[in-house]
């Protein structure tokens, strides 16, 4: 699976968009972006997944550049509850044995 | 829809005890099952993988096993507990059903005293 970079940390206040980055610049062109976020003391929450054009549902927006080398997960109104370590990972999604490799992410605290 | 359990939520063992945890989902069949650690302040890894019932893979060397006695259910055991198997225990399951998108329990925490 290809390597990400995300910020390690990320400020946003409450009812603002927060908008997290992620580099992926060896992405291959089988390959998703999937994005988790992790609230302190449970498992991995899946929140959106895409391969080139962009995402919406009802958690956040996903926005992947044309040369899909970055992305931005968008959280369009934070609140208090969305404080959380966030996981970008890129990996192919098919049939079969696959696993998800996690980094360190970036932790956002939303504030009042 | 499909949900995941696992139990129990919190655990604090003696040094050597043995240990059960255990997972089931629910709404599918025949899923891709997985065991996850993430230690304190550290990333998930990869403990154990399962394509199917009875077939198991480990990704690393350890003191833990897992068993997969029926097509829903993930069992991680140890024999004798160490110090250094405290941690917090993730269930996980890929399926057909899921989009091939993995979905986390709720997690375990293990304390080894």
């Known amino acids: 699976d290809a390597k990400t970079t995300q910020p390690t940390s990320m400020d946003c206040a409450e009812g603002r968009a927060a908008n997290l980055p992620c580099n992926h610049s060896?992405?291959?062109?089988?390959?998703?972006v999937y994005w988790y976020r992790q609230i302190h003391s449970q498992g991995p929450q899946y929140i959106i997944h895409g391969l080139k054009n962009n995402e919406t549902n009802e958690m956040a927006s996903l926005i992947i550049t044309e040369d899909r080398k970055s992305s931005t997960l968008i959280l369009p109104h934070a609140t208090l509850r969305d404080t959380a370590v966030y996981y970008c990972?890129?990996?192919?999604?098919?049939?079969?044995?696959?696993?998800?490799?996690f980094g360190k992410g970036t932790m956002l605290l939303v504030s009042p | 829809s499909q949900t995941i359990h696992q139990w129990p939520a919190t655990l604090v063992q003696p040094v050597g005890s043995p240990l059960s945890l255990e997972c089931t989902v629910e709404g599918t069949s025949n899923p891709n099952l997985y065991w996850y650690r993430q230690a304190a302040g550290r990333g998930l890894q990869l403990l154990f993988y399962?394509?199917?019932?009875?077939?198991i893979s480990s990704e690393v060397p350890q003191n833990l096993s897992a068993s997969r006695p029926q097509d829903r259910q993930f069992i991680l055991s140890s024999k004798k507990l160490l110090l250094s198997d405290s941690g917090f225990y993730l269930c996980a399951w890929k399926g057909d059903s899921s989009g091939n998108t993995i979905y986390f329990g709720e997690g375990s925490w293990l304390t080894v005293v």
């Open positions: 990972i890129v990996r192919a999604s098919y049939s079969g044995y696959s696993t998800l490799t």
């Open positions: 060896t992405i291959s062109g089988n390959e998703y």
């Open positions: 399962s394509v199917g019932i009875g077939q």
